[in-house]
């Protein structure tokens, strides 16, 4: 049996999948083990169908979504989502220091708000930079945006 990687071992979501994925899947052997012993002790069909809406269908469906919530888990955390997410963390460049408070903003250009926007942004705030729908906010009672924190100029 292939062992479980060890980043699904130390994260707390995949391991909720997991075992959530887990125990569905041996609920659903268990009905569909149930669903079969009652059939097989009935010789009519219509003394069957119970059992099988009961407890086959029921459990197929159970061992269905815990191989998917157990595939998700490992796919997600530990395959290769898991890979591709740590390779773009060591290719990330370092971040910049972040502003102090009381610093002056890095553009002198008035702010910039989206059509319909309710924030106000820094021209090179990431949530409107290279926008080219981001319009001058103008005198319009807007509120800052939390990210590039325009106010106070």
């Known amino acids: 049996m292939p062992s479980i990687p060890r980043s699904v071992r130390r994260t707390p979501a995949s391991r909720l999948l997991l075992w959530c994925g887990l125990v569905a899947a041996a609920a659903g052997a268990v009905l ?9 002790g009935e010789r009519f069909a219509e003394r069957q169908l119970p059992y099988l809406a009961s407890c086959t269908v029921p459990g197929a469906a159970l061992i269905v979504t815990g191989a998917v ?8 955390y530990g395959g290769a989502g898991g890979e591709a997410a ?32 309710t924030l106000a942004h820094r021209p090179d705030c990431p949530l409107v930079a290279g926008r080219p729908e981001a319009e001058p906010a103008g005198d319009a009672e807007l ?3 939390p990210v590039c924190e325009p106010w106070p100029r």
């Open 86 to 117: 740590a390779r773009a963390t060591e290719e990330r460049p370092a971040e910049e220091p972040a502003e102090e408070p009381g610093q002056a903003p890095s553009s002198e250009e008035p702010p910039l708000r989206v059509p319909g926007g």
């Open 143 to 145: 509120a800052p945006c």
């Open 32 to 40: 569909c083990v149930v669903g079969w012993y009652g059939i097989s």
């Open 69 to 76: 919530l157990v595939v998700g888990a490992l796919w997600t």
